[in-house]
């Protein structure tokens, strides 16, 4: 029987051994010019004299090998260390060396257990806890040889000799990184959903009572309002329904880009694409009588075209809305340069400028955010536009900005890969 067959008896008797330790009987020591088993861990110590030597022809001089089963050796196999009753580590397998990065079992041995974290506090908080209850299970943040950091999932028991005294502690880790992202994510995900249920709520509060509000008066009242003030009541009933009727279909929107992981694109013709937008928009441009100006030409982009189409529509109607009197709207492009004065990722960038009254420079990073709206109480808008028109870029592999200064006017823009120097697939 082998010293770790001999530690687990002994466990398995007066306390509780790791689980997780991938430890089979060994009846007897692997022939001499044996084949090594797949795995073999290094141990500081020498074993007993009582056990037979385990090291199979072959192996390097020094330290003994611990022996664990062929059968262990898939990938979601933990880490095992072995410590001393004080901490420091005597044996570790090969999944302990290619979690923490490291080569060789030498470069870990001898030195205390909490190497594997750098956290003195929590190493003596875990200690604190094996020593009273004799078992440990914890997750925490690891520390590789490199210095990057991981989670694991820490379990580990004492290991008891025949007179009940604690010689050896025997430790399992398995890595919960993903895990522990998953976690995170899914709590942002809930906290958002929250808070964006709330603004839902809200915003699909304020049409709905009035439409409410004036049904009530309406049946009340119905014959103390002259032909003309039914029409007004009515109107604004009607306003009421259609904002919340905008909204419900913005949210919508905005939800099916949210599922939607890589949207299909191809080249695009800007001046095919921005004109059907002006023409759909007709209503708007004969209410604010703006002055546009176009590009001559344009570059041809990758995107999807009616999901870019949306886009324009937004910043335009911003444009018509917001800007001055009457409103001076130039359309643009230029392409994208770093400072070294190379084409970045090949994108063209788009822009929409106005003649309005300028934005506050600590207000710009608010625009993009859902139910932010560039003038509240002004053009009946959610607030919505410029969320969806952001998810859309993104998504086509463009991003989103604007830049203003108060009393000259504001420039939102966006930029889309360059036809021809794109990533996506096309």
Request: charged residues 25%.
């Amino acid at each position: 029987m082998d010293v770790v067959d001999l530690k687990l008896r002994s466990a398995g008797r007066e306390s509780r051994a790791c689980d997780e330790a991938p430890v089979e009987d060994q009846e007897a020591e692997a022939p001499a010019g044996a084949a090594a088993p797949e795995l073999w861990v290094a141990a500081a110590e020498a074993a007993p004299s009582s056990a037979p030597s385990v090291a199979p022809s072959g192996t390097p001089s020094g330290a003994p090998l611990l022996p664990f089963s062929a059968e262990t050796s898939s990938a979601n196999r933990p880490a095992i260390a072995m410590t001393t009753p004080e901490g420091t580590l005597i044996s570790v397998n090969d999944v302990l060396l290619r979690m923490w990065g490291y080569a060789t079992p030498g470069e870990v041995l001898g030195r205390p257990l909490g190497v594997l974290w750098q956290c003195p506090e929590e190493t003596a908080a875990l200690w604190q806890v094996l020593e009273s209850e004799g078992r440990c299970d914890h997750q925490l943040e690891a520390c590789r040889s490199d210095g990057t950091r991981f989670w694991v999932s820490f379990s580990a028991s004492t290991v008891l000799g025949e007179e009940g005294e604690r010689t050896r502690v025997l430790a399992s880790f398995v890595d919960v990184t993903r895990q522990k992202q998953e976690e995170a994510a899914l709590r942002r995900h809930v906290s958002e959903l929250d808070a964006y249920a709330q603004m839902v709520a809200h915003e699909l509060s304020n049409p709905l009572a009035r439409v409410i509000g004036y049904a009530e008066m309406l049946r009340a009242e119905v014959d103390q309002f002259s032909h003309a003030e039914l029409e007004l009541y009515l109107q604004r009933i009607l306003e009421a329904g259609f904002q919340a009727d905008r909204t419900i279909k913005e949210l919508l929107l905005l939800a099916r880009l949210g599922h939607l992981e890589e949207p299909p694109v191809s080249p695009l013709d800007m001046d095919d694409t921005v004109r059907p937008v002006l023409e759909r928009m007709e209503p708007q441009i004969d209410r604010y009588r703006p002055e546009i100006v176009l590009p001559e030409s344009w570059p041809e982009v990758v995107g999807h075209t009616t999901l870019v189409e949306h886009v324009w529509e937004n910043y335009l109607s911003n444009a018509f809305k917001y800007g001055g009197s009457p409103p001076h709207v130039v359309v643009g492009w230029d392409p994208v340069f770093t400072p070294d004065g190379a084409a970045a990722r090949e994108s063209i960038r788009f822009w929409v400028r106005d003649n309005g009254p300028g934005i506050p420079e600590e207000k710009w990073s608010q625009l993009f955010q859902p139910f932010t709206r560039l003038s509240p109480g002004a053009g009946g808008g959610q607030g919505l536009g410029l969320s969806i028109a952001r998810t859309i870029v993104e998504k086509l592999g463009g991003q989103v900005g604007v830049e203003s200064e108060l009393g000259k006017g504001s420039t939102f823009w966006f930029t889309l890969p360059k036809s021809g120097g794109c990533s996506l697939d096309t």
